[in-house]
């Protein structure tokens, strides 16, 4: 009896380990998958529209369905301004399920990059499932090196878009999406399964896994970056 208790318990921590570890080697995607879209000369984000954002999700990895039938499956990461106005919070984690991404660009998985770009979509984000559509909700990003002026007609939608897949980087219309928070991976990365409202909100500590990304994220969305 004793042996099967060490035994189940032995089991639970390598369930665990295996969690976190598959946490922490998504955090170091989400983080190659920004870090390479915004090294694309004159094709990356445009840097305006990186300074304006209230939040960033990014979800690499989308899974395959989604470019025949429409369905998809993903997880990935948000985070948005810190209170004290000084860079990005801790980030939140986040299931991307069903709905479908506009122009089939095809691949067996799509990386997805969106800016939310006002308080009403942060707050949006915020709650625990919500589903993308409506007009001026959200629109297909721009690319490339583009003035102010050249991206103001964007600011009226809510978030904007992005994907990536066999290397080509566009803006697409993401609708029927629903973004659900994922407590587990919450857990896996702060101990408890905090929901994505108190982590984004209470300030907490960035776990180790997620300073890279979060330094990446504060490297390309100052105004002093180039």
């Known amino acids: 009896m004793r042996f099967l208790s060490l035994l189940l318990a032995a089991g639970a921590a390598a369930g665990a380990w295996a969690k976190d570890s598959s946490v ?3 955090l170091a995607e989400a983080n190659t998958v920004f870090s390479e879209v915004m090294s694309i000369a004159d094709r990356a984000i ?5 300074e304006k954002a209230q939040c960033v999700v990014i ?3 989308l899974k395959k369905g989604a470019f025949i039938f429409g369905a998809k499956y993903g997880k990935g990461f948000f985070t948005c301004r810190a209170k004290s106005g000084m860079g990005w919070s801790a ?4 299931r991307v399920e069903g709905g479908s991404i506009g122009f089939q660009i095809g691949g067996s998985e799509t990386d997805v990059i969106m800016l939310v770009m006002n308080q009403r979509g942060a707050q949006r984000l915020l709650s625990s499932k919500f589903t993308l559509g ?10 490339g090196r583009s003035t102010t002026a050249q991206t103001d007609a964007y600011m009226t939608a809510e978030m904007l878009s992005w994907s990536r897949a066999r290397g080509v980087f566009a803006g697409v219309s993401l609708q ?3 973004l659900r928070q994922d ?4 857990e896996a990365m702060y101990g408890k399964p905090y929901e994505n409202k108190q982590i984004i909100q209470s300030g907490l500590a960035i776990p180790e896994a997620a300073k890279p990304l979060i330094a990446t994220l ?9």
């Open 134 to 143: 409506g007009e001026g909700e959200v629109a297909a990003g721009p690319v």
């Open 176 to 178: 029927g999406a629903t």
């Open 91 to 94: 980030p939140a984690a986040i």
């Open 59 to 61: 979800v690499p990895g």
């Open 24 to 26: 922490d080697k998504r």
């Open 46 to 50: 445009p840097q305006e529209l990186l």
């Open 218 to 226: 504060n490297k390309y969305s100052s105004k002093k970056s180039s």
């Open 183 to 186: 407590l587990d991976d919450n």
